[in-house]
């Protein structure tokens, strides 16, 4: 057996991959590489009372629900985090993360400091946190405007929430500045790629170390 498939065999609990950033700042274009590059590592699609845009698909990039089935959601214990960005409502449902974990399955969440906080207290060690950093707040406007999804007072009350939600960087594991997306994938892999291999994330290795141990040579 090759290494490669001996260290995948051996088994863990997954892992739920925390990415958030001001908008604009690339947090959605590095996951979307992520998944592209990385087949083993799944989406957690959030639910969302915000207007789809054009460009989105209801149940591939959120759940659209209007305000009442949201909060019957979130009364009911259905969802992990939630919280109010932007005048709308957002949250992660509980069930199809829980059960990724326990099967040992990764799990990639994009979603804002308010959220990662709530999981980061309901889900612990479970938890790799990345905070996505823009170069400059100019290089963050300039990316708002070249998207065009947005209205001009929309881009300008974005520009003021990013100037909060960069107060809570120190609460990450991780910061990636993204100067050049290319580095900071490459820097977001690389994180990933180690926190697979931790050792309080391999329960399996009790029994493989044991096996090493009994091996008659």
Excluded: C
Aim: no cysteine; hydrophobic share 40%; glycine share 6%.
């Amino acid at each position: 057996m090759a290494s490669q498939d001996l260290t995948a065999s051996i088994r863990r609990r997954g892992l739920m991959l925390v990415l958030s950033s001001p908008s604009g700042a690339g947090k959605s274009t590095i996951a979307r590489n992520l998944l592209k590059s990385d087949p083993s590592l799944e989406l957690s699609v959030s639910v969302t009372t915000r207007p789809r845009r054009g460009s989105e698909i209801d149940g591939v990039h959120y759940h659209f629900l209007s305000q009442r089935e949201f909060e019957r959601s979130r009364e009911t214990d259905g969802l992990l985090e939630w919280a109010e960005v932007h005048g709308n409502y957002y949250g992660t449902p509980r069930e199809p993360a829980e059960a990724a974990m326990a099967a040992g399955r990764d799990m990639l969440f994009d979603i804002d400091w308010q959220g990662a906080v709530q999981l980061d207290e309901k889900m612990g060690t479970d938890i790799v946190s990345i905070f996505i950093l823009p170069p400059s707040m100019g290089e963050l406007k300039a990316r708002l405007m070249r998207r065009a999804e947005d209205s001009l007072e929309s881009i300008e009350r974005r520009l003021y929430n990013a100037k909060l939600e960069l107060e809570h960087w120190r609460e990450y594991d991780y910061v990636v500045v993204n100067d050049d997306l290319d580095r900071a994938f490459s820097a977001v892999k690389a994180i990933v790629a180690a926190e697979r291999l931790r050792r309080d994330r391999r329960p399996g290795l009790f029994d493989f170390v044991s096996g090493l141990l009994d091996e008659k040579v």
